[in-house]
């Protein structure tokens, strides 16, 4: 079945940058979320891209698509120590917006 | 305002008693979705309503049950909860066509 993959740990310097990958195998999918989790809450809508795209930029948040490896990644610039979560990459598969969740980077920002 | 809402946000139930998690929205949404999210992994569908279908996961299991008597309210039934169905269960809702799904905060369900 599908299948989408994180690095489960990222730790970064307040004000630098944060990158986050995620790989995924299903050729059809048609959109490409960010979510992001706070302890002890339920999921945030991030950002999405459309597999046709290559980059999508949000304030903050750039998301770049590379189709051909089945990579997608996540840069939040300027990270502060309330980006501090985790942050999931989902893909859509089949109909329904079903989500195909990977397990989870854990972003931790230090002063 | 919270647009879907999941009662309670914590619960303590006893192996084998079975045990029920609603979950309402305010968005009229068409599509309303259960995961179960158990520690440190990611979230996992176990089924989803379109209307009134129910459309189950190949992979759920049995013991896990799902009603949905209106647009607004979608319940999840554990009918004898072992200690491996300790997990967050996020409800979810999307109207057909869009691109985003609305999360609850979601319930965190402990088996003792």
């Known amino acids: 079945g599908e299948d989408v993959e994180q690095s489960l740990f990222l730790s970064v310097r307040e004000g630098d940058s944060s990158v986050i990958n995620c790989t995924y195998t299903d050729s059809s999918s048609t959109y490409l979320y960010w979510y992001k989790q706070e302890p002890g809450a339920g999921l945030q809508l991030l950002t999405y891209?459309?597999?046709?795209?290559d980059m999508k930029q949000d304030q903050r948040l750039t998301v770049l698509l590379n189709k051909k490896d089945k990579h997608l990644s996540l840069r939040i610039a300027d990270t502060q120590t309330g980006d501090s979560a985790i942050y999931f990459c989902?893909?859509?598969?089949?109909?329904?917006?079903?989500?195909?969740f990977g397990a989870g980077t854990r972003l931790a920002v230090h002063p | 305002d919270a647009m879907v809402i999941q009662n309670p946000r914590y619960q303590v139930t006893q192996f084998g008693k079975p045990v029920t998690l609603s979950c309402s929205q305010t968005l009229n949404h068409n599509v309303m979705y259960w995961y179960q999210q158990k520690s440190s992994q990611a979230p996992k569908l176990l089924f989803h309503?379109?209307?009134?279908?129910?459309?189950n996961e190949a992979d759920t299991p049995d013991n896990f049950q799902s009603r949905r008597p209106n647009t607004s309210f979608c319940f999840l039934d554990i009918r004898s909860p072992g200690l491996g169905d300790a997990a967050m269960y996020l409800c979810a809702t999307t109207w057909t066509g869009n691109t985003e799904a609305f999360f609850g905060q979601g319930t965190r369900l402990t088996v003792v």
């Open positions: 309503y379109y209307d009134k279908d129910f459309n």
């Open positions: 891209i459309f597999s046709n795209m």
């Open positions: 989902a893909d859509s598969s089949g109909g329904y917006n079903k989500l195909i």
